[in-house]
């Protein structure tokens, strides 16, 4: 399966700040030093060339140019799968148990 993703390198000019979306992204600093500030979290992130950091869906970020910077921004692709929810299986237990009202069948 191919999917197309969309990459954007944002040229940040010396103390420059820029809002960055919701959605899991990775942010990868390509020149320069980057102040990540994230919504609702103590920590502080900074990165510098090479170094990158990922955010979480439904995480809001900023980005504060500690120089001339570029930061590029990655679309992270999530591959696992979310776990079926409890309530699928229990019809199922009481059809095995014979809890329906149903006499249980009784191998001679």
């Known amino acids: 399966m ?10 940040m ?7 960055i979306p919701q959605g899991a992204l990775r942010l990868v600093c ?7 500030t994230l919504d609702h979290e103590q920590r502080d992130v900074v ?21 001339s910077s570029v930061l590029r921004l990655e679309p992270v692709v999530c591959t696992r799968r979310a776990p079926a929810p ?7 237990r009481l059809r095995g148990s014979g809890a329906r009202g ?4 009784v191998a001679a």
């Open 2 to 11: 191919k999917t197309d993703t969309l990459t954007v390198d944002i040229n």
């Open 13 to 19: 000019p010396h103390k420059a700040m820029q809002s």
């Open 30 to 36: 390509r020149e320069g030093s980057v102040w990540i």
């Open 47 to 67: 990165l510098n060339p090479g170094e990158h950091f990922t955010t979480r869906p439904q995480q809001r970020a900023i980005a504060y140019a500690l120089e």
């Open 86 to 92: 409890r309530w699928r299986w229990w019809p199922q």
């Open 102 to 105: 149903g006499a249980t069948p």
